[in-house]
């Protein structure tokens, strides 16, 4: 009769051995696949930023100038402004016949699952010039809304963003510096 394999301790240790060696390569494997998966995306493109930066009065606000896939329930290619909102960028200074509306709010506002000419408030900047009770002017809609900002956050974003002036840009623009 020869030994058994359940007793052979050569065996017990090829098992072993065998095992580690598996579960190596598995995770090699993973790691190049999630590497190649990195660099393929990178060459296509399909970035995804960090959206948000620290702010000291706010907590959070998204980066100025920043662009990028935002990945939700519905993909969607978006831009920040100069400013730091999802917005096209505006002077500070009002330009003569024009009407400015400012928009404070939250997701619902910001709207990163929609493109921006779909969002409510840039329809409404399109509608309101047909409107008589504007005579004409020309309407621009500027928005302050960021993803999950609370009435105290949109306070202060009005405050400090909202408020500002040619005559005083100095207070938005020392409290966000990059």
């Given at each position: 009769?020869?030994?058994?394999?359940?007793?052979?301790?050569?065996?017990?240790?090829?098992?072993?051995?065998?095992?580690?060696?598996?579960?190596?390569?598995?995770?090699?494997?993973?790691?190049?696949?999630?590497?190649?998966?990195?660099?393929?995306?990178?060459?296509?493109?399909?970035?995804?930023?960090?959206?948000?930066?620290?702010?000291?009065?706010?907590?959070w606000r998204p980066r100025p100038g920043l662009t990028g896939w935002y990945s939700g329930?519905?993909?969607?290619?978006?831009?920040?402004?100069?400013?730091?909102?999802?917005?096209?960028?505006?002077?500070?200074?009002?330009?003569?016949?024009?009407?400015?509306?400012?928009?404070?709010?939250?997701?619902?506002?910001?709207?990163?699952?929609?493109?921006?000419?779909?969002?409510?408030?840039?329809?409404?900047?399109?509608?309101?010039?047909?409107?008589?009770?504007?005579g004409g002017r020309r309407i621009e809609v500027i928005s302050l809304a960021v993803n999950?900002?609370?009435?105290?956050?949109?306070?202060?974003?009005?405050?400090?963003?909202?408020?500002?002036?040619?005559?005083?840009?100095?207070?938005?623009?020392?409290?966000?510096?990059?």
């Amino acid at each position: 009769m020869g030994i058994s394999a359940k007793t052979d301790p050569l065996a017990a240790r090829s098992r072993k051995t065998g095992w580690r060696i598996n579960a190596l390569l598995i995770l090699i494997s993973l790691g190049l696949s999630l590497l190649l998966a990195e660099a393929l995306l990178r060459l296509m493109g399909h970035d995804h930023p960090q959206w948000n930066r620290l702010d000291p009065l706010l907590g959070w606000r998204p980066r100025p100038g920043l662009t990028g896939w935002y990945s939700g329930d519905v993909n969607n290619y978006i831009a920040i402004n100069q400013e730091g909102y999802r917005d096209v960028d505006h002077p500070l200074a009002k330009p003569p016949g024009t009407y400015r509306i400012l928009l404070l709010g939250d997701s619902m506002s910001e709207g990163v699952e929609v493109p921006l000419e779909d969002l409510y408030w840039k329809r409404l900047e399109s509608k309101l010039p047909e409107c008589p009770a504007f005579g004409g002017r020309r309407i621009e809609v500027i928005s302050l809304a960021v993803n999950g900002y609370g009435t105290a956050q949109e306070y202060l974003s009005l405050r400090e963003r909202g408020f500002a002036t040619p005559a005083r840009p100095s207070a938005a623009r020392v409290l966000f510096r990059e």
